[in-house]
């Protein structure tokens, strides 16, 4: 049966029986969607090396790389029976998040081989410049998506990519319905499509701009909690130019609006006037260089 997969998945899940587990879930590869371009068999390959580390991920049963069968390539894996952060309740816990999100970042990815499977790039402020080219290419292919304040933030965030993070591993979107818990635990985390080395600052950025989309007060970077109990995990000090991440996520968001208008039946959980808002708000706060 199809289950709910989000805007970037297509998912189908099945009981097993005299199996070693009672259910699966095969994940096609989409051809269009808010994170294209896809590629669910290079997902796969990270998946297995991530299996030798201590973060929690679905174990990978078979892959297709070709599109003879279903019409698409795709990945089996293991269906992890638990609800996301966003459904969990009481059995949620806002600190195992934010501990589990530092463990990702702190992976030796050199040792557990995902240099192998992930291009590495020069710096993490090469790293921000290459994946906003990427929201570049999308911006020319979904409908919408190149309007002026979103074309005026490209153009700065480029100019103002920031240095001073090492190349970390980063999952690319740590949205909590991809962290999957049981009895106050991470028992899985899923969704592996925007994994990338680069900048672990992007990924807090994320969790700051959709807590503004969700409702919290835009003010001070500093005051957002996510951000603070991210620093009191990992203990390495303040992360530094989050208002720069954090605009790198409203930009973001803005694209992938008009990408889920595009492709999905439904509309962005949302407004464009709201994001608008909260992307001028942010461009504010990214100083433009005098060099």
Known sequence: ????????????????????????????????????????????????????????VPAVIGEEPKADVLGAPFIVLEWVDAPHMGMAGPEANFNAYAGMVARIHDLDWQGLGLDEVLPVPASSAEATRLGLEVIERRMGRFPGADAPILRRALDLLLQEAPEGSPISFCQGDINVFNYLF?????????????????????????????????????????????????????????????????????????????????????????????????????????TPSLS
């Open 1 to 56: 049966r199809f289950v709910e997969g989000g805007a970037s998945n297509v998912i189908l899940r099945t009981s097993l029986e005299n199996a070693p587990l009672p259910a699966v879930l095969l994940r096609l590869e989409r051809d269009r969607g808010i994170f294209e371009p896809y590629d669910v068999i290079g997902e796969a390959a990270l998946l297995r090396r991530l299996a030798f580390s201590d973060i929690p």
């Open 182 to 286: 049981r009895e106050g635990d991470v028992v899985s985390v899923v969704d592996w499509e925007q994994a990338h080395l680069g900048d672990l600052r992007n990924d807090v950025g994320q969790i700051l701009a959709l807590g503004h989309l969700k409702g919290a007060p835009f003010g001070p970077v500093r005051d957002q909690f996510f951000l603070q109990a991210y620093e009191q995990k990992r203990a390495t000090g303040e992360l530094t130019s989050m208002e720069f991440f954090r605009a790198r996520w409203l930009f973001e968001l803005g694209v992938i609006y008009h990408g889920w208008r595009a492709f999905n039946d439904d509309l962005p959980w949302y407004t464009w006037d709201h994001l608008v808002e909260l992307l001028g708000l942010a461009l504010d706060e990214v």
